[in-house]
């Protein structure tokens, strides 16, 4: 079991940057695949960013160039920066993890194993 807490979410206006920090609670945080996800009113939640075991990382097309995933092993933490908001960034986040699979079946978004509860974010135009 892995628990996994979000915090760093917010109302920031366009143009803005916020910055998410993810909290697993196992010490083997350095063997994961982490992503972040987002889930937007009346649609499907989407992969975002992903940061692999060596640090390799892959994003949606949307966020490239906005976003960076990153990771500290030292503090089980993953953070995701946000730059330059858009209204349409605007969703619940969500930290997941992914115990087992290779890193080409991780950016897929599927089988993720824990979740964390998500934060919101708010970007007003």
Do not use: H
Request: charge should be neutral; hydrophobic fraction near 35%.
């Amino acid at each position: 079991q892995v628990q996994l807490v979000e915090s760093g979410g917010g109302l920031v206006q366009a143009g803005g940057s916020l910055r998410l920090s993810c909290e697993a609670s196992r010490r083997t945080f350095s063997r994961y695949n982490m992503g972040w996800f987002r889930q937007a009113p009346g649609k499907q939640r989407e992969l975002v960013a992903a940061i692999g075991v060596g640090g390799s990382t892959n994003y949606a097309d949307s966020v490239k160039g906005r976003f960076t995933i990153s990771r500290d092993n030292t503090k089980n933490t993953v953070f995701l920066q946000m730059n330059s908001l858009k209204p349409e960034d605007t969703a619940v986040y969500y930290c997941a993890v992914d115990i087992d699979q290779p890193w080409v079946a991780a950016i897929t978004g599927n089988d993720y194993d824990y979740w964390g509860l998500g934060t919101q974010v708010t970007v007003s135009s």
